[in-house]
């Protein structure tokens, strides 16, 4: 057995490229833990003894389903278990460690030998053990993660203070996502890239780790009715050269939120005889994403994106999902308030819950978590991380470059340029974050900014975020579009760092729009409202804007604001602000434990509804 029902989140972690499930070990469940205050525990010999308590992996310590349920500042935490390989891994074969996330600075041993580091809390990593195993058939294995209160990391909306306030929630800290083991052959397939071409055809690059002279790749795709095309090339000393395969007309059917099909899809390496060396099962998207002047087309068709900011947290286990059922429920959620897709804020998303993506046809924007979060993006406040954002941000596009409902990559979110300090590191990191995207993905537009300064002037999209509540103030807000003058977030920004402070951006080019964040509408049914939900106060229930007076006047305020937007028809899409609450923020169309806040029909009403973008055509 490779997983057993018993521990928690025993699927397969990466869904889109999967061995034989013979072939991997889940390692979530139970581990030794310690936690280490002081970063001192490589002097203590932590790395040598056994650790004081337990975790439940893969929840953090600051979750409830960790059984710890600390949320006090971790600056590092210790984690340790006995590894026993299972029988079905065959001798010689390597083995590889994956470890989804671990947040934020890991370093492994394997029986006190130190097999690696990882630096990136949202990003996965791989190690190969294989040499420190040493043909070894059990071993030890020692996780440290550092988590630094006072470095500018990126936190997406962890709380930078002890408490969680206003939209900053309470912190991760250590493994929160799936760690599990890998049997490989001596020469084995890498993850590789999927890249639809004109809806006729799929670009496949892979790569062979280990690879001799002799091998070869076969990439074969299927659908229903079986094999649709099939491709095969050499492997080469240092790279696999890219195969194509291409879709006969009769059998091409387009990816699209209305009928999200994936075909199957099968990597293998052949060695010199023919035989199968090593085989990954897929699956991918028959589907193009294109800017046309002020449109992003999707398969040649305009799309309004009616997206969700989601946050991505639950109640009792915060960023990580807990359970598979409550990945696909989120999905399901969106798709019944009337969206079709979301914008994953402020966090990476689990594979898992970009499959399901995939699988039920709900667009998603890739977003970086580069929030610090008091000092806001890559600059905070000594601008020295810049390089550990761009690395980061190059692992996730990477990672997640083969999704099909992956339709735009958001690097960064609300980033302050003000006027009188036009050219700093955050520049510098903005561009370098941008063309790096564009650099590994020319598939998808790229947004340099979500909101607030816009700093490269060939960046595929524009947006701004606005949460006046007033329909026909709104209205009057983003009623430039048709003349070229989009409503844009300069002026006096009253939450920047620099109160007073302008934004500034580089001119408006004509590039699609949309408002990217909206709504927030704060609303407690009064049935469930607490003596907290009474204020707006820093650190209390909050939601933008003052709370409607009924029930009656949220679904007023929602649709005449939602149609200030649809029925623009140079607004190529919107983001309300947001799917669930979060803590003490009190905007979600749902509660934060995922019940109903509203008449779900009238909800949908209000945010599937007729686009005039989509009617221009």
């Known amino acids: 057995m490779t997983h057993h029902e018993d521990i928690p989140r025993p699927e397969h972690p990466r869904p889109q490229f999967v061995r034989a499930e013979e072939r991997w070990l889940n390692l979530n469940g139970s581990w030794q833990f310690e936690r280490d205050p002081s970063d001192s525990g490589l002097e203590r010999g932590l790395v040598g003894r056994e650790l004081e308590g337990s975790i439940l992996v893969p929840f953090c310590p600051e979750s409830e389903l960790s059984g710890i349920g600390d949320p006090d500042w971790h600056e590092a935490v210790w984690y340790r278990r006995t590894v026993e390989l299972p029988d079905a891994f065959p001798e010689g074969d390597r083995v590889l460690l994956h470890c989804q996330a671990v947040d934020h600075d890991a370093t492994v041993w394997l029986d006190g030998v130190e097999v690696g580091r990882h630096r990136g809390g949202h990003t996965s990593f791989t190690l190969d053990l294989t040499d420190a195993l040493a043909g070894r058939r059990s071993a030890t294995l020692v996780v440290r993660a550092r988590d630094p209160r006072h470095e500018p990391l990126p936190r997406g909306k962890q709380a930078t203070w002890f408490a969680n306030t206003h939209c900053q929630y309470t912190r991760t800290t250590g493994i929160w996502q799936t760690v599990w083991l890998e049997s490989v052959p001596t020469a084995y397939l890498e993850r590789p890239r999927i890249t639809p071409d004109a809806n006729v055809a799929l670009d496949l690059d892979a790569t062979v780790r280990h690879g001799r002279v002799g091998q070869r790749v076969r990439a074969v795709l299927s659908d229903d009715a079986g094999q649709v095309a099939v491709a095969e090339t050499p492997v080469g000393l240092q790279m696999v050269p890219r195969l194509r395969l291409e879709v006969p007309e009769d059998r091409r059917r387009v990816w699209q939120p209305e009928d999200p099909h994936l075909y199957g899809l099968t990597f293998e390496l052949l060695d010199a005889g023919g035989e199968v060396v090593d085989r990954l099962d897929s699956y991918a998207g028959l589907r193009t994403i294109a800017v046309e002047g002020h449109k992003v087309l999707l398969n040649g068709r305009p799309v309004f994106q009616r997206l969700v900011l989601d946050q991505g947290y639950w109640p ?161 807000v983003m009623g430039g579009l048709a003349q070229g003058r989009p409503h844009t977030n300069t002026g006096e920004n009253t939450g920047s760092a620099v109160p007073g402070a302008p934004d500034y951006s580089t001119p408006y080019a004509g590039q699609p729009y949309f408002c990217s964040e909206y709504g927030g509408i704060w609303w407690v049914p009064p049935q469930e409202r607490t003596e907290e939900d009474a204020t707006n106060d820093e650190g209390e229930s909050w939601g933008y804007g003052n709370r409607p007076a009924d029930e009656e006047e949220f679904y007023s305020r929602a649709e005449g604001l939602t149609r200030v937007l649809d029925q623009d028809p140079r607004m190529f899409g919107y983001c309300y602000t947001q799917l669930t609450d979060v803590f003490q923020e009190k905007n979600g169309i749902y509660a934060f434990d995922r019940s109903a806040k509203l008449d779900m029909e009238r909800v949908r009403a209000i945010f599937d509804h007729p686009s005039a973008y989509e009617a221009a055509g």
């Open 316 to 476: 009792e286990s915060l960023m990580t999902a807990p359970s598979e059922e409550a990945l696909v429920r989120d999905v399901e959620l969106g798709l019944e308030a009337g969206f079709n897709g979301a914008r994953i804020h402020q966090k990476i998303a689990e594979e898992r819950f970009l499959h399901h993506c995939d699988r039920m046809g709900y667009l998603v924007w890739g977003e970086f978590p580069d929030w610090g979060v008091s000092g806001q993006g890559p600059a905070g406040h000594n601008q020295k991380p810049g390089a550990t954002f761009v690395a980061q941000w190059v692992e996730a596009v990477e990672r997640d470059y083969s999704h099909p409902s992956i339709v735009g990559w958001c690097p960064l979110n609300e980033t302050h340029q003000y006027l009188h300090d036009r050219f700093t590191v955050l520049d510098d990191v903005t561009q370098a974050m941008y063309w790096a995207t564009k650099g590994m993905d020319r598939t998808r537009p790229v947004i340099d900014a979500s909101g607030y300064s816009h700093r490269v002037p060939t960046t595929d999209v524009w947006d701004s975020h606005d949460y006046t509540q007033d329909p026909r103030e709104f209205a009057q």
